[in-house]
């Protein structure tokens, strides 16, 4: 039986796990133009490599005897600064990296037990109260130009696209 923290019902079947975005990066450290703080704290790094890595992996690890018995599916919420230099805090990109690995390596080892490992890598997500949504709105010519001349589509992805592409996995 998988618990996640002690004041949660046990569950005794899991078919499907979606880790999460985790925590959001300080502002004082992402600011508006992905322009990286070069102050950013040995603490800092960890808290974020912390959440961003073992929150999910560790959200995994409780439930994967539980999806090994349904022949389920793991579905890691990653970004598409764990793939490509953008700009983006080098602890944030460094964690997201770290959990496509994770999902890499994992899938191999229990794909012979029936369990789908994916990873999902969104770019630029824009939903209200977000950090996107706080970005346009301190910067929105900053921000529509960055649209224009960075991002293939031109446009912020939503999140019923993410929730699409996960229910599809």
């Known amino acids: 039986t998988g618990t996640v923290a002690r004041n949660l019902e046990p569950v005794d079947r899991c078919e499907s796990l979606v880790t999460p975005e985790c925590i959001?990066?300080?502002?004082?450290?992402w600011k508006v133009g992905l322009k990286i703080n070069s102050k950013t704290t040995y603490e800092n790094f960890d808290l974020v490599f912390r959440e961003n890595f073992n929150a999910p992996v560790n959200v995994a690890r409780e439930f994967l005897q539980l999806l090994k018995k349904s022949s389920g599916n793991l579905l890691f919420i990653t970004s598409i600064a764990g793939m490509e230099a953008i700009g983006a805090p080098v602890d944030y990109s460094t964690a997201k990296t770290a959990v496509m690995s994770f999902a890499k390596n994992l899938a191999r080892k229990v794909a012979a037990e029936g369990v789908r490992v994916n990873c999902i890598a969104p770019g630029n997500i824009h939903f209200t109260g977000g950090s996107w949504d706080m970005k346009l709105k301190a910067a929105p010519e900053t921000i529509n130009r960055m649209l224009e001349t960075q991002v293939p589509m031109k446009r912020f992805g939503t999140s019923s696209e993410i929730a699409s592409a996960a229910?599809?996995?």
């Open 167 to 169: 229910l599809f996995l």
């Open 24 to 29: 959001p990066i300080p502002e004082s450290d």
